[in-house]
């Protein structure tokens, strides 16, 4: 009998999914971690996300939070990392205080990235400048589940969609998404390096106009497409 495919590389590794879940288990019952809050709050979204935007069908993850470069907010390693773990996804303790919405996008981001790297055709693609992370099917996935993406090719990152399905399983969980909205990039500005730019980014709560304006210039106005304010928008960190 011929063995039936399976859906996801690596679900016939029963043992990776067990010491991951075990790995959870573990993390919750240290009282003396500092991050144990953060982890309990975020755990739960693991298993959120993969049923309600991944059919169930996504291996158990190994959630991590620990410190990364100030400059990376999450990640996802493909294969296995230096503990032999598989479907690894660490959230960047600098960013322990931030938004839960903000938190919560960066975790679905890496989970895309496990979700991408588990199927059965997928090869680690690669570009000039190394790992090619954001693929085309990563960024299809992204814009299905209306969350923040960057190009890579055309430098610019997408606001999340405020009808989106993210979106809409925030408020249905009474996360407030409004945070979201006030994230930009460089990127999207003259240059990597904005600390020579005379404009900056303002953006209106739901993220459907962006504007740019001098920078020692205060914008006092609403978006006439939602009547909401302009804010000033934050500098996004890079994440992989």
């Not at 085309?136 to 814009?143: I, L, M, P, T, Y």
Request: glycine share 6%; hydrophobic share 35%.
């Amino acid at each position: 009998m011929r063995k039936k495919e399976l859906p996801f590389k690596g679900r016939e590794n029963d043992s990776d999914g067990r010491i991951n879940n075990e790995l959870a288990d573990h993390a919750a019952q240290q009282e003396d971690w500092q991050l144990i809050e953060l982890f309990e709050q975020l755990s739960p979204w693991v298993k959120r996300f993969n049923v309600e935007f991944f059919d169930g069908k996504l291996p158990p993850t190994a959630l991590s939070i620990d410190y990364n470069r100030r400059n990376t907010l999450g990640t996802y390693r493909p294969g296995r990392d230096g503990l032999a773990l598989q479907w690894r996804v660490n959230l960047n303790a600098y960013y322990q205080d931030a938004p839960q919405a903000f938190l919560l996008s960066v975790l679905l981001h890496e989970l895309i990235h496990q979700w991408e790297c588990c199927q059965p055709s997928w090869k680690p693609p690669k570009s000039k400048n190394g790992w090619k992370y954001h693929t085309a099917s990563w960024r299809e996935k992204a814009a299905e589940l209306g969350i923040s993406s960057r190009d890579n090719q055309k430098g610019v990152w997408q606001l999340p969609d405020p009808n989106g399905s993210f979106i809409v399983l925030l408020r249905l969980h009474d996360v407030d998404p409004a945070p979201l909205w006030q994230l930009e990039t460089t990127a999207n500005t003259v240059g990597d390096d904005d600390s020579t730019s005379t404009i900056r980014p303002w953006t209106c709560t739901y993220g459907c106009t962006r504007v740019y304006v001098a920078i020692k210039t205060e914008l006092n106005a609403r978006c006439n497409r939602c009547g909401e304010v302009f804010i000033p928008a934050i500098d996004s960190r890079k994440d992989s």
